[in-house]
Every structure is written in structure tokens, then in C-alpha cells.
Nanobody
Framework: QVQLVESGGGLVQAGGSLKLSCAAS????????MAWFRQAPEKEREFVAR????????YYADSVRGRFTISRDNAKNTVDLQMNSLKPEDTAVYYC????????????????WGQGTQVTVSS
């Protein structure tokens, strides 16, 4: 069983930055591929970024590539999402998710989810 707790959301102006963090329980954190998803009001939850267990490979949605950076610290059991050049369309609840071994773009493939953290970008 893995428990995930996100933090770092808030209100920011367009063009600003925020850093989200996700803390995971468990002793086998490096065995899990980690991802961030987001869900805007009345929209489906969508993939944002993911990172392999070792942290050696990262993948991004086209909408955030070049602005967001995902990273992890396996010694601390954390995964971060640095968000720069934020846009109003980035407004959503952001969720951290984990999947054993192999990552995926598909939210249905993930086994564990955090409770989410709200990010609001004002224009």
C-alpha cells in the first residue's frame, strides 16, 4: 500500500511559478513510476508528466513541455513538479499518482493517487 500526499498548490498570476510536491509512504519508492495528472472543472483528468523509478527518464504532455519539470528524490520518497510560465489554462486540481515499475500516460493504469492540490492561475 502506498499513500501519496500532495502540497504546494495555490493562487498565482499568469507567468508565475509554483512547485508542487508529493510525499509517498513505503520503502520501495524507487520501484514506482510516478506521475502528475490534473483535472480542470468539467473536464477529464489528464496526464501532465511522469518519471521513471530511477528518475532517469521523464515524459511530458505537449501542453506543458518546456514549462514544467518533474523530478524525484528517492532518498526522501518525494516527487516534485516545478511549474513555470503558468497560464490560466493550467488551472486545475493536480494529482500525484504511482504505478509499480512501468509508467503510463493512461490514468486508469495507476494504482495509487493523492488527494489533489488546487492550482489557480489568474490572468
Amino acid at each position: 500500500q502506498v499513500q501519496l500526499v500532495e502540497s504546494g498548490g495555490g493562487l498565482v498570476q499568469a507567468g508565475g511559478s509554483l512547485k508542487l510536491s508529493c510525499a509517498a509512504s513505503g520503502r520501495t519508492f524507487s520501484s514506482y513510476s510516478m506521475a502528475w495528472f490534473r483535472q480542470a472543472p468539467e473536464k477529464e483528468r489528464e496526464f501532465v508528466a511522469r518519471i521513471t523509478g530511477s528518475g532517469g527518464s521523464t515524459y511530458y504532455a505537449d501542453s506543458v513541455r518546456g514549462r514544467f519539470t518533474i523530478s524525484r528524490d528517492n532518498a526522501k520518497n518525494t516527487v516534485d513538479l516545478q511549474m513555470n510560465s503558468l497560464k490560466p489554462e493550467d488551472t486545475a486540481v493536480y494529482y500525484c499518482a504511482s504505478r509499480l515499475w512501468v509508467g503510463s500516460w493512461d490514468r486508469s493504469d495507476y494504482d495509487y493517487w493523492g488527494q489533489g492540490t488546487q492550482v489557480t492561475v489568474s490572468s
